[in-house]
């Protein structure tokens, strides 16, 4: 009723104001109408709509997670490396009577490609042993960047599977990752393989492999025809494969928690098959302070004797019986061997539980002991086997 009765006025004031133009009497008409419909309908408030947001930048910011802000962390201090080692062969004569009886000895450059990734602002780099040892002629690293530099061998370690390197020359602001507390490692964590695997890109950019750290603490004893000593190792299924070995093995916070080192097959195949593992970064700054020091590493404790393996001209020289083992050659008077009972001449057959193959085989099993335990030394003396118990003490600076 009040909408006609407002149409009504209008008409009326149209009638009655003719001389008026058309304009002001739609302004009129427009005028009456807004203010009726004002006092009888809420109207809804202005909904503004947010123009600055970009779908496009919410979509990216989404792909950004722990893995990658690691993986950007670390990947500049991640290197690929070159070594070119001189092998000797042996070449045979073209007379077919000559080459019979001769051959000559001929040397050639044989290359390998590795992974490393540097630890201070001066070029340090840790790697694994296997990768750069004393055998290489020259070492060539590729930085992130493509960069190419020569590095040198400060020392490696055969037991321990780890080695060194410098980067030649004065520089100080190469990029660098830190190592985390391996005891802190959470079984089911993110861990991130970081390297060169097969040697595919020679710009130095790192390939990344994902996975979790499936257990700690898993132990690989000496083998006599490896005796690499591989002990409270960390497996993880991040994909490992040939050319990964000695880059890190990454935390998600970007942190080196392991070397990435060895895999396991089972036999089943020579790839990857989900069992990778890494040295512990603990173990790692173990190694390479004594190595960065000295250039070697040597036991935590003084064993107080000397011995060489057990040779056919030993046993005629000195009418010995044939055993493997090796001969107990001299013994510090103020050492535990002496103390325990071992004397020059005696024969050592076995470390603890296990029997010795070779001296390297030997020093790797009495790494597994530690300052102030006991170690069981099994020998033979006057054709009988007798047990020694070692009992290991702090080994003196500069003995």
Not at 175 to 199: H, L, R, T
Not at 344 to 351: A, C, L, T
Request: some cysteine; aromatic content about 8%; glycine content about 8%.
């Amino acid at each position: 009723m009040k909408l006609i009765a407002t149409i009504l006025l209008s008409i009326l004031y149209i009638i009655t104001s003719c001389t008026k133009s058309d304009k002001e009497i739609n302004e009129a008409i427009s005028t009456s109408l807004s203010a009726e419909s004002a006092s009888s309908i809420n109207v809804a408030p202005e909904v503004k709509v947010n123009a600055e947001s970009d779908p496009t930048e919410s979509i990216s910011k989404s792909r950004r997670n722990a893995i990658t802000n690691a993986v950007e962390k670390a990947s500049p201090a991640i290197v690929s490396i070159t070594v070119t080692e001189l092998q000797t062969g042996y070449t045979r004569s073209n007379d077919p009577f000559f080459s019979f009886f001769f051959s000559r000895p001929v040397q050639r450059e044989v290359q390998s490609m590795g992974s490393g990734f540097i630890i201070n602002e001066d070029g340090l780099i840790v790697t694994n042993q296997h990768v750069a040892s004393k055998s290489a002629k020259t070492i060539m690293v590729s930085l992130e960047n493509g960069e190419s530099l020569e590095a040198e061998l400060l020392g490696a370690d055969e037991l321990a599977d780890l080695a060194l390197l410098k980067i030649k020359g004065d520089r100080n602001d190469f990029p660098y990752v830190k190592f985390a507390d391996s005891k802190s490692v959470m079984v089911g964590e993110w861990a991130i393989a970081m390297g060169n695997p097969f040697g595919l890109f020679a710009d130095g950019q790192p390939s990344v492999t994902v996975g979790v750290v499936s257990a700690t603490k898993r132990d690989f004893r000496p083998d006599p025809d490896e005796p690499r000593l591989y002990m409270d190792m960390i497996q993880t299924d991040a994909s490992i494969n040939r050319g990964n070995s000695g880059g890190p093995l990454v935390n998600s916070d970007g942190e080196v928690i392991g070397v990435n080192t060895f895999i396991f097959t089972g036999g089943t195949s020579n790839g990857f098959v989900g069992l990778g593992f890494a040295i512990p970064s603990d173990r790692v700054q173990k190694i390479i302070g004594q190595l960065k020091e000295s250039g070697s590493v040597s036991l935590d404790f003084d064993p107080g004797l000397e011995f060489t393996p057990m040779t056919a001209q030993l046993v005629y020289q000195y009418g010995l019986p044939r055993l493997a083992g090796l001969l107990v050659t001299s013994v510090n008077k103020d050492g535990p061997a002496y103390e325990c009972g071992i004397m020059p001449g005696d024969i050592i057959i076995r470390i603890g539980e296990e029997r010795v193959a070779s001296e390297m085989h030997a020093w790797a099993l009495m790494r597994e002991f530690g300052e102030g335990e006991e170690m069981t030394v099994h020998l033979f003396r006057d054709g009988s086997e007798y047990e020694a118990k070692m009992m290991l003490r702090k080994r003196v600076a500069g003995r």
